[in-house]
């Protein structure tokens, strides 16, 4: 079985799409693994805020910054 370790450096990794058996031993360890599941949804949920960030190209007050992070989390 793959690994945490090897779980979180393909969730960190944004080089192109995975061959079909890694694909496959990564939704089977999520299937087993709450932490790893945790981390893919942080990862995701920080990408969006700072795509989002990045759409608005202005600087946000940590009171804006806290509400898009609590929608993000909701979604």
């Not at 393909?10 to 999520?30: I, K, N, Q, T």
């Not at 599941?37 to 989002?52: A, E, I, M, N, P």
């Not at 804006?64 to 929608?71: D, H, P």
């Amino acid at each position: 079985m793959i690994s945490c370790k090897d779980v979180a450096g393909e969730v960190l990794r944004a080089d192109g799409p995975l061959p079909f058996r890694r694909r496959l031993s990564l939704a089977f360890h999520f299937l087993l693994c709450s932490g790893c599941r945790d981390f893919r949804r942080q990862v995701g949920s920080l990408g969006t805020v700072v795509r989002h960030l990045i759409q608005r190209e202005q600087k946000l007050s940590d009171q804006e910054l806290g509400q898009i992070i609590e929608r993000v989390k909701g979604e």
